[in-house]
């Protein structure tokens, strides 16, 4: 069974008292190092210090295809390394739309952060001009196969896919579990197609407006391993019960 992970992306938001307010405030049960926070990056050094003590792992919203050197602005996957972070988000649909992050450009991140020994949380999903003209499944696998190109895995734990469609980010309108899950099964079926018994493994979370009152809906469906959560993310008590659904 893949494991089901539930997952906070804080994108641009949280100062740093508002972070210790969150930390002091979580409650996490049954935790498997499955509960995980992407702050900001400058924040990084922050919640893992506070992240530690809770039992949560900290990682990136994006990384560096490249090793070092001189790319002004970029985050170096080996300093996330170096500091302790566990993973780093890559091509989440805001880095595609407002940074115009090519599948190809995403690919190489992917690669660079297995290669470091980051997990990459790769994100994909269609818009709602391209679910409305019924292409949903094929942009969807069209991205996935282009992000993961020439990229092999040893095991599931290297990889985490995040089903986010784009007109559910942020808008509050929440795709329905079958929505959901039927692209989910897509994904499986692409996913053991690439990777074989891996790929059976490989846990696909869902993003786009999680909240507590439907987490327990989506997660109820086979290939839904957990949540991409934004909102919902930012307070503790929010983030408690999602992470308490995580578990059930
Ligand atoms: P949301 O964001 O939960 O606020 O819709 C999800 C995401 O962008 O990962």
């Known amino acids: 069974m893949p494991k089901n992970y539930m997952i906070g992306n804080w994108k641009m938001n949280q100062s740093l008292s508002d972070i210790e307010a969150f930390f002091s405030a979580l409650n996490l049960e049954n935790n498997q190092n499955n509960f995980w926070i992407s702050p900001q990056s400058i924040h990084i050094p922050k919640c893992l210090e506070l992240g530690v003590k809770a039992g949560v792992l900290i990682g990136a919203q994006n990384c560096s295809d490249q090793d070092q050197g001189a790319f002004t602005g970029e985050i170096s996957p080996e300093s996330l390394m170096e500091l302790g972070a566990h993973f780093t988000l890559i091509g989440h649909s805001e880095r595609r739309s407002h940074y115009k992050e090519t599948d190809a450009f995403i690919n190489k991140k992917v690669a660079k952060a297995i290669e470091k020994g980051l997990v ?129």
């Open 120 to 248: 990459p949380v790769l994100c994909i999903g269609e818009t709602l001009e391209q679910r409305e003209a019924g292409q949903t499944f094929d942009v969807v696998l069209t991205q996935i196969k282009a992000d993961l190109e020439g990229i092999s895995l040893n095991n599931e734990s290297e990889l985490i896919i995040a089903y986010e469609p784009v007109w559910a980010i942020g808008t509050g309108k929440t795709a329905t579990p079958e929505q959901a899950a039927e692209v989910h099964d897509k994904i499986r079926a692409l996913l053991q197609e690439l990777y074989g018994d891996v790929g059976e493994e490989v846990s696909i979370l869902y993003g786009g407006s999680v909240k507590p009152d439907n987490v327990k809906d989506l997660l109820g469906q086979t290939n839904i391993n957990g949540g991409l959560v934004g909102g919902a993310s930012l307070k503790a008590d929010s983030f408690n019960k999602l992470c308490a659904a995580c578990s059930l």
